[in-house]
């Protein structure tokens, strides 16, 4: 199957439908089914790790297929800063890497302002180093969504704002506990306000590393109105977890649902817009 494969609606849609993979530049298994998703699947988009150990080979991938969106996926958390670690010791653990204690830490952003300092730095060298690229930037978002912390967000905004951010995530899945909406509602409230357009809603949070076929068909027969993103974890098959935090991820399924001519079907028969963030919104007359 071919890109070619998936048509147009010829009816005026009032979906629109981008398909990301997130940790592009993690691991070479995960560049590879990015490109080939893309290539011969539904995948439209892509979040960039700048710090990651694949990141060079991910670059060279995205630029050898420039209809591919890419965005900057800004790690916080579970991964390694741009920025050499004395730089920012209050962001790293003794290892070196960023922190997986995120609670923790978002009290920390919050009340420390040297903290605050840090980790605006780390943002802004995150922004520096996916803008050497010469990658177009299509989107923004943060691994395991830390931008839903209302300090995270604001300095991103500030940062990006140099940078030609323009749009980014809402990590708002349709069925959410009703705890989660007055939250989501601050969040897009702050997005409108700088101006940064933004999906309604997302699909795959709740199945993070599931997203198979059947889970893919199933998403996309109740798809809503609006902006929708479909955001997973496509990696070709290997040897052993890619990292110790996705051991139970089954990504190879996530990549082959990207490659499945049902989900490609079901996606044209939903007349959505397809294509990353760029696409859809200069097309958002359409809503």
């Known amino acids: 199957m071919t890109r070619a494969a998936i048509p147009r609606s010829t009816t005026t849609p009032r979906r ?15 560049n590879e089914a990015v490109e080939r998703a893309y290539l011969h699947g539904v995948l439209t988009s892509a979040s960039l790790m700048v710090s990651a150990p694949a990141s ?3 670059v060279k991938r995205a630029h050898r297929n420039p209809g591919l969106r890419v965005g900057l996926h800004i790690v916080l958390a579970d991964g390694v800063p741009m920025l050499a670690t004395h730089l920012v010791p209050a962001l790293v653990n003794r290892h070196g ?10 009290f ?23 803008a050497r690229t010469g990658l177009a930037l299509d989107h923004v978002n943060t691994h395991k969504h830390f931008h839903l912390h209302p300090t995270v967000l604001a300095l991103i905004i500030e940062v990006g704002s ?29 997005l409108d306000q700088a101006g940064i357009a933004h ?7 709740s199945q993070t590393g599931h ?14 109105q609006g902006v929708g993103e ?3 974890h496509p990696a070709v098959a290997g040897e052993g977890a890619i990292t110790p935090t996705m051991q139970d991820y089954r990504h190879s399924d996530e990549f082959d649902a990207l490659l499945s001519e049902r989900v490609a079907a079901a996606i044209a028969a939903s007349g959505a817009i397809t294509g990353g963030f760029a696409d859809v919104f200069t097309q958002r007359a359409y809503l």
Do not use: S
């Open 199 to 205: 999906n309604d809603y997302v699909i795959g949070m």
């Open 56 to 58: 060079v080979d991910a």
């Open 16 to 30: 629109a439908l981008i398909v990301t993979a997130d940790d592009f530049g993690l691991h070479v298994r995960i």
């Open 211 to 224: 997203l198979d076929e059947a889970a893919l068909l199933a998403a996309l027969a109740r798809l809503p």
């Open 162 to 190: 140099e940078y030609g951010l323009k749009a980014m995530r809402l990590p708002y899945e349709p069925g959410a506990p009703a705890w989660i909406r007055p939250w989501m509602a601050r969040v897009r409230k702050q």
């Open 97 to 106: 890497r960023l922190g997986d204690r995120m609670v923790r830490d978002g």
């Open 108 to 130: 920390r952003f919050f009340l420390v302002p040297e903290v605050r300092r840090q980790l605006k730095a780390e943002i802004r060298a995150q922004f520096q180093a996916f």
């Open 230 to 232: 479909i955001y997973c």
